[in-house]
């Protein structure tokens, strides 16, 4: 206890220099904390948004399906397993069939996805009660980045053509009841949502589908006749590459904020050791051990980690809850580009893991960058030290 006051002492004492250390760590503890909060806010709503508009609780592919490649579209679509019907009966699947089609908004021509979905179904968040509409049109929904770059707006009208699964070409109008606003750009970039019976009509695939979505509470993960069930986990993966791609590459400035202010302490403790030679070994003839007074030094450099921690927490939990409250708002270009869902704000998570896991981290950094020029003093002679000498 003698030591760590003699040391709080003495840091204090150092007046101005000791602060600006401090500022400069709270500025690597606040930034670290706060890049990764919205890196995990980002990830949680990236989840949840994609699990609600796009993954429900799973989902039971085609054998023939690969949504990464669009040549097998012709081939991915059949009739339900018996197992799966009776899911889709109970309100715990909902099938959709995909197919290609070509669109002719303001008379241009443009590739697009038909996605058939059951205007009755309740497990995604696609609002597809609004294909009930009677007309002699094909209602469809598109989102609102799909809607932008074809220039559709609701009530348009426009030509679909399709084949059908003899090859036959067809053609009809469909028009906009609904411009959905997703986050989640892979249900809205490219991709017309249509009433599924009137598509199946369209390519004469009755009863078919190409994949069903599972409820989050249905608990239905055995298909057949090779309809394999796609876990969230699964089908969640390329959000989870991207959160680590990212994470990986904000290592470089923490890298660099942390090398700053450990080099400012690093030079700082060796300043002090060479000033204060004469202090050392009055010390040490006074009946201190090396081993004393080598944490002595070691725990006023530590202590640089203690006060930026409480000055960091002076100005960033203010700070950090704004954001948490207030959320960081992004420019739509960014994250209509992004290629996966991200909202136009997000909200920072900062977990209690977070927090102690960066503490204890920058802690034990600073501790230790404390303790390498300290060890010099272990081989000091005390008449070295009396004369000013350090060797």
Known sequence: MTTLKLALRNLLGAGLRTWLN???LSLSFVVIIWYQGV????????????????VGGGQFWHPAYDPYDPFTLEQAHGPLPAP?????ERGELTPILVAQVSIYPSGRMQSALAKGIDPGQRILKIPSAVLLYEGPEIPAIVGRRMAQSCHLSV?????VRWRDRHGTFDAQEAKIVQIMKTDVGTVDNGQLWIPLEHLRRMLDMPEEATLVVASPTSGVTEGALGWEFKSQEFLLQDIEAMIRAKSGGTAILYFVLMALALLAIFDTQVLSIWRRRKEIGTLIALGMTR????ALFTSEGAMHGVLAAVVAAAYGIPLLLYFAVKGLSLPREVSDSMGMAIAERIFPAYSAGLVVGTTVLVLLAVTIVSFLPARKIAKLRPTDALRGRTS
């Open 39 to 54: 890196l995990q806010g980002w990830n949680k709503q990236a989840r949840r948004d994609t699990i609600a508009w796009e």
């Open 22 to 24: 401090v500022v400069v």
């Open 291 to 294: 081993g004393q007074v080598v």
């Open 84 to 88: 799966l019907r009776e899911g889709v």
């Open 155 to 159: 009530g348009d009208v426009f030509t």
